[in-house]
Every structure is written in C-alpha cells, then in structure tokens.
C-alpha cells in the first residue's frame, strides 16, 4: 500500500469509481459533523492553507475594482477634463472642462461590457480546464490590454482597451467567489467570500490615493501613471495561482479522487483532518447532482435551479439597484454635491478606507447573524438612508445642505460594506449546485453587468451638470429601487448559515419556503 491507500474498507471505497454512496456514506457523514462541529477559529486551525489560497484568489478582485473606480476617478480628474473634456454652456470664464455624459457613460461600461463577455466565457472554460487555469488565462490576456490602455491617445482608444481588459475581469469575478467558497469548511465559507468586498475596497482605495497625489498635477503623468500601476498585479499573481491547489470539489466532478484528496491535504492541516472522510462527503454531494449531460447554461433555468439562479441574479443585480454607484462615483458625486475638487478626492479615499475596515467588521455579523437577516436589515437601512439622502438635496442650496449630502454619500457607501454588500458575495458562493457552479457565478454576475450598464448612464446623467444635475437627489430613484429589491430579498432570500452542501441541495429539490429554512431540520441520512 502506498501512504495514500486507507486504511478502512469505507476509505477504500471513496476512491473507487465503481462503489456506491453506501459504500462510502458513513465516512462522508463524519466529515460533515466534522465540519458542523468546528468554531471559526478551530477551522482555521484545521485549514490554514485554504485560508491563504482564499485570500489569493481574492485578489484578482482588485484588478478590476482598481480599474472601476479608476475611470470614476479620472472623470473628476482635472487634468484629464482638460485633455478630453468639453466647455459647459453658460459656464464662468476659467471654469474646468468636464467630460460629455456619453462619454463618461461609455467609459464606465466599456469595461463592463467586457466582462460580461467574459463571465461567458468563464463558465464554460473552468468547467473544462479547472480554476486555476481559467485564472491563469485572464491575468496573462489582463497583461497585454493594459499596454492599450496606457499608450491611448483618445477616449475612443480608451473605450476599446476598457472592453478588452474587462474580458479577464469577467473571469475573475466568476471564478472567485466559487473557487472561495469551495476550499474551505463551512464556517469560513462566509469570511472567504467576504474578502472579496475587502479587495474590492483595497482597490478603490489604491485608486484614491493614487488620484490624490496625481491630482494637482498639470502634465499628462496625472492619469498615465495610475493607469500603468495596473501592471503590478497580474504576473505576481499569476505566480501565486499556478502555485495553489486545484477546488478538490472540481477534481471530484472530473473523477479524480487521489488528486482532491492531494487538494484537501494540501489546503488543510493533515492533523486535525480526514482527507479521505472529506473526499467522501465531496463525493455524496456530486453523485447527489449527477446528470448524464454536461453541465450547461440551459440547466440553469430549469426546475429547482432555476430558483437558485434567480436568487444569484438577483442578489447580484440589486448591487446596482440600491445606491452602489454612488460609490462607483464618489469623487463626482461629492463635486456635485459642492465640494471643492481636493476634498471631494479626499472623501473618496476616506470613503474607500472605511468600506475596507467595515468590511472586515462584517466578518464578526456573520459570525452571530445569518446571511439572510444581514442582508435584509443592511437593506432596509440603506433605502432609509437613499431618501433622506434626497430629502437633504432639496432643502436649497446651501453650506450645510452640501455637507449633509457630502455625509449621507460617505455613510450610504461605507455601511453598504457593512451589510448588503459582503453578505451578497457569501449568498452567491453558496447558493448554486457545485456541478453548475462555475457557470451559476457566471450568469448571475452577468445579470450585475447587464442592469449596471443602464444604471451607470443613468447615474452619469443624473450627477453630470449638462445632465439632469440631480446631485443628492438621485437618492429617490435608488431609494426607490432599493425598496423594491428589499421586498423580493424578504419573500426569496433563503438563510443558508451552518448549512452544508448537501444540506442545501436536499432543501432546494424539497422547495422550502425560504421563510422557513432556518428553522427547518435536515437529517444527516438523508440525500433527497
């Protein structure tokens, strides 16, 4: 017998492709208990490693978040509004150039446009070659487009080289909160994912402090070197991802048992865990969601995962439905809202700390309160928040309306990385089937992308002085959209905390009312 050979005849059947759930059903329970019975801490303990790969992964969320608000950034940037910009009718003499609406529309969703090529794309290409090599593919493409975007001498060129860097952004953003999700026991499954929003943060934050230095700039270095800043991310990353460890979950759904249990071993601590238990319960889940078809977009709408799509879509697309942008969009918002170009900078990099600080408080709400709670009073707080925000902008216009509504901005952004905003990306890695994972992830946040591109025309014309020049009073429309999306969260948000994969699976195919999920019992035997 090699070292890997168990020593149980249960072991032994985990790794035969001919044995049956029964044959390895005993083993897959202890894992689970395993998994149920472990605190926060004592699961770190049992899986260092897959914290850290956690974490790498991660990462790549940066890439594109730096890019977001980058040209966020670069529309209040003034030297940039002097170079690409337009006079303003009836504007005072000396008064800065500001960026035409579609333009500014065009080059914030140039970037999303791509990606929503690429979590297409993404789908289809980890479930063929795994996340690793998915990942891999996009950092290298991500390498290339930034030498376009840096050398663009126009806003048309710029455009181009936003839609081709957001294709490996599509790819990150798909792959990330799946990959997250799957390496790590159930009682990281919440903080892994959550990292997600703490990068997303990090990255605006870079942004912000690199935009305030560039600033005052006068010469074009103001925006080319935040823009070649992009280059530090992708190779030493792409280091990291060749290094890390294959999803054991994916290696299970291709048939190759001895290279999960090499995964799980490597992800956790050999100690104070069962590779060969926990390979088996991997097991029980698949053969739960087998199907003789390969996995495709067409399953995604049909029967009980038509449900889960649909909760992915919309806890994705109801980012941009309640107040979002305005984070997108700080810097301007905070000019329109009558502060004075530095600070406005100033606010959006106070705003970005503060979101990466309340983000990792939320690991601590997730600890004691269930995904579906957090969300829904996050929510609720948040549509408050938006109409007062309104009311504030129409009082008239004075010293103390422009603080307030300055105030309202910061508070709306950074308590929407408190709730909503990380308990979504917790939602999204756990709700999906693990066999049509990869292409759940995809399509849900191809649902973000979709609804983001009219929403961010929208807010750019609400915001933009040749526009509606709404200012604060945006807060009724995304007041009003909040409200709708805090509704359907409360009839179809179920609460997924403490449940495991099987558990999750067995509770969609019954159809439980998602009211009724967190006070319903699932039996340890049970696999339908």
């Known amino acids: 017998m090699d070292s890997y050979e168990m020593e149980s005849k249960g072991g032994q059947a985990t790794f035969s492709e001919k044995a049956g759930v029964s044959d390895f059903k005993a083993d897959a329970i202890l894992a689970e208990n395993a998994e149920h019975n472990m605190g926060v801490l004592e699961a770190v303990r049992a899986y260092p490693m897959a914290s850290f790969w956690a974490f790498v992964m991660s990462f790549t969320i940066i890439m594109e978040s730096y890019d977001v608000f980058l040209m966020g950034s670069f529309i209040g940037l003034p030297r940039f509004r002097e170079v690409y910009g337009v006079v303003v009718p009836n504007a005072a003499p000396g008064a800065l150039k500001v960026i035409a609406p579609k333009w500014q529309s065009a080059l914030q969703m140039s970037g999303q446009l791509g990606a929503l090529i690429g979590v297409f794309v993404a789908g289809p290409l980890t479930s063929r070659f795994g996340y690793r090599y998915a990942t891999l593919t996009g950092l290298m493409l991500l390498n290339a487009f930034i030498f376009i975007f840096y050398f663009a001498n126009s806003l048309g060129v710029m455009f181009v080289a936003q839609l081709l860097e957001g294709i490996p952004w599509g ?162 918002f905070f000019e329109q809202a009558g502060v004075n170009t530095k600070t406005a900078f100033a606010l959006g990099l106070i705003t970005s700390a503060l979101q990466m600080i309340f983000v990792m408080l939320s690991w601590i709400l997730t600890t004691y309160f269930g995904r579906r709670s957090i969300y829904l009073w996050g929510s609720a707080v948040n549509c408050i928040l938006l109409f007062v925000l309104g009311i504030a902008a129409s009082v008239g216009k004075s010293n103390a309306a422009s603080l307030a509504q300055a105030a309202l901005g910061l508070i709306i952004s950074v308590l929407f990385t408190l709730g909503p905003a990380p308990a979504s990306w917790v939602i999204i890695g756990e709700t999906s089937a693990i066999r049509l994972r990869p292409l759940t992830t995809g399509i849900g946040r191809a649902s973000y992308y979709i609804v983001e591109i009219p929403c961010i025309f929208l807010g750019s014309y609400m915001l933009n002085p040749t526009g509606a020049n709404l200012g604060g009073k945006c807060g009724y429309v995304w007041g009003a959209t909040a409200f709708v999306c805090l509704v359907v969260a409360y009839f179809g948000l179920p609460e997924m905390k403490n449940r495991s994969y099987r558990e999750i699976d067995i509770m969609f195919k019954r159809r439980i009312p998602a009211r009724q999920w967190k006070s319903t019992v699932i039996d340890v035997n049970d696999d339908e």
Not at 229 to 258: C, H, M, N, Y
Not at 294 to 301: I, Q, T
């Open 171 to 332: 790819i990150f953003i798909a792959n990330a909160p799946a990959y997250c999700s799957e390496i790590v026991p159930i009682q990281l499954r919440a903080p892994a994912t959550q990292m997600l929003q703490m990068f997303w943060a990090i990255g605006s934050i870079v942004v912000g402090a690199v935009c305030y230095s560039y600033q005052g700039l006068e010469t074009d270095t103001a925006f080319r070197v935040p823009i070649a800043l992009q280059w530090l991310f992708p190779t030493p990353l792409a280091i990291l991802i060749f290094l890390a460890p294959e999803s054991p979950w994916w290696l299970v759904r291709k048939g190759r048992l001895d290279a999960a249990r090499h995964a799980v071993e490597r992800l956790g601590n050999k100690d104070k865990l069962n590779s060969s238990d926990t390979v088996a319960m991997m097991r029980r889940v698949i053969d739960m969601e087998k199907s003789d078809k390969s996995p495709g977009y067409l399953e995604l709408f049909k029967g009980t995962d038509l449900r889960r799509t649909a909760i992915v879509c919309g806890v994705y697309l109801a980012q941009n439905l309640t107040g979002n942008l305005i984070a997108n969009q700080a810097v301007v």
